[in-house]
């Protein structure tokens, strides 16, 4: 299994109702102020392990598990809106860093919250790296009717229970999924990440199993559809440099298989200060794929002059 380098602390902060789980690297009050990293969809914050692993300054870094993933809880609620994460974000750099510009590094959902939360809060951000976090395709009014009903009708398939995460007979199970999800991730981290991304539960026929640190909830779509003139406009407020960082089989790939043709990367072009890498060997998942090279970029830019 994989052995990583710097250990890591759990703590957990009450935040709008919520216990909150964070995940410490190292003494955020020491020294150089800590990296916020905030992670993507059905991720948690130890998903960082190897970035934080390839780190060469050793700086502390704070990673907290967004609500209803990982640790942190959601107390019963059937629908997560993106607003939220914003003001819990808030409350985090809030309760750690009160009054200073942060760093912030943010993978795929991390990574539009952050550009958001930027934009939103240009003075609370000193340097941004956004992996993968580009937004989502175009939207057209007309689609809103159908966009409610589908989110009505899959809330009531939730409370039948009928939008439960998949769960698994072994541990190795669910590093066999990570794996096949990322074809790139290699059976030591697998095997390291399982026990982040899943823990013990109890399956439906009675058995003891492992189960997605996730809420099913999420599973629900948005009721709203995506405002990319919204976007834009929170784009042009940011006041952080911004380091745009694609995978060559990431995100833009995935969206162009699908038959949507919006230039995302145009749309990021709209923050007055940004600055783009790909990295070609590596997906989505970069952050697994090429944790030095992330390590790398994260770091050249986060200590320009």
């Excluded at 539009?112 to 937004?135: C, K, T, W």
């Excluded at 629900?220 to 745009?244: C, F, T, W």
Aim: hydrophobic share 40%.
């Amino acid at each position: 299994m994989y052995q990583p380098r710097r250990s890591s602390r759990s703590e957990f902060l009450p935040l709008r109702g919520l216990d909150h789980h964070v995940r410490i690297w190292g003494d955020p009050g020491a020294g150089q102020g800590p990296i916020v990293m905030l992670h993507g969809w059905m991720d948690v914050g130890a998903s960082f392990q190897f970035v934080v692993d390839a780190l060469t300054d050793d700086r502390p870094v704070i990673a907290p598990d967004w609500r209803g993933f990982g640790l942190t809880d959601a107390r019963g609620t059937d629908n997560f809106w993106f607003p939220d994460y914003l003001a819990d974000l808030e409350g985090l750099l809030d309760h750690y860093l009160p009054g200073q510009a942060v760093d912030l590094v943010g993978h795929s959902m991390g990574g539009n919250i952050s550009m958001f939360y930027a934009g939103a809060r240009p003075q609370r951000v000193r340097r941004l790296v956004n992996l993968e976090g580009f937004g989502m395709p175009r939207t057209r009014p007309e689609q809103a009717p159908a966009r409610y009903a589908q989110w009505m009708d899959q809330l009531k398939s939730h409370h039948r229970g009928e939008l439960d995460l998949q769960t698994y007979a072994e541990l190795s199970g669910v590093a066999r999924r990570l794996m096949r999800t990322n074809t790139r991730l290699p059976q030591d981290k697998a095997d390291w990440l399982a026990g982040h991304w899943a823990g013990p539960c109890t399956r439906a026929d009675g058995t003891p199993g492992w189960g997605i640190r996730g809420d099913a909830a999420h599973k629900i779509v948005n009721a709203n559809l995506y405002q990319v003139d919204e976007a834009i406009a929170l784009y042009r407020s940011i006041a952080a440099p911004v380091l745009a960082v694609e995978g060559a089989d990431g995100i833009i790939k995935t969206w162009k298989s699908r038959g949507h043709d919006d230039d995302l990367l145009k749309r990021l072009r709209e923050v007055p200060d940004i600055a783009f890498a790909r990295l070609e060997d590596a997906g989505h998942m970069m952050h697994h794929d090429q944790p030095e090279q992330v390590a790398r970029l994260i770091e050249d830019f986060l200590n320009k002059p």
